[in-house]
């Protein structure tokens, strides 16, 4: 078993940046394909960013290409979002997530542990 502590939260105004970070303490990190949730208020949760194992590969739903890194770091037990160019409509609350999975996956249901979020708002 894993777990999930998310941290780097905060208020921001649009255009600015938040570095978000998941420590994870448990079983072996690496062996962990690593995601990034949100949801905001009314909205189900949806899907913002993964990241396999080694590192080598990631994958951003469409909206945050370009705006949002996500990167681990295995020494340290630790995954990271960068989101830079923030928007008010990023205004959720971001959750990690770890998944014993064989690939990397966009569903939150091919995910098994999942940290209790920290919340982003971002102000116009």
């Known amino acids: 078993q894993v777990q999930l502590v998310e941290s780097g939260g905060g208020l921001v105004q649009a255009g600015g940046s938040l570095r978000l970070s998941c420590a994870a303490s448990g079983r072996t990190f690496s062996n962990y394909v690593l995601g990034w949730f949100r949801q905001a208020p009314g909205k189900e949760r949806e899907f913002v960013a993964v990241i396999s194992r080694s590192g080598g590969n990631a994958y951003y739903e469409d909206s945050m290409k370009g705006r949002f890194t996500i990167s681990r770091d295995n020494a340290k037990n630790t995954v990271y979002l960068q989101m830079n160019s923030l928007k008010p409509e990023d205004t959720a609350v971001y959750y990690c997530?770890?998944?014993?999975?064989?690939?990397?996956?966009?569903?939150?249901?091919?995910?098994?542990?999942w940290g209790r979020g920290t919340q982003v708002t971002v102000s116009s």
């Open positions: 997530a770890a998944s014993t999975g064989r690939g990397i996956s966009i569903l939150h249901n091919d995910y098994n542990y």
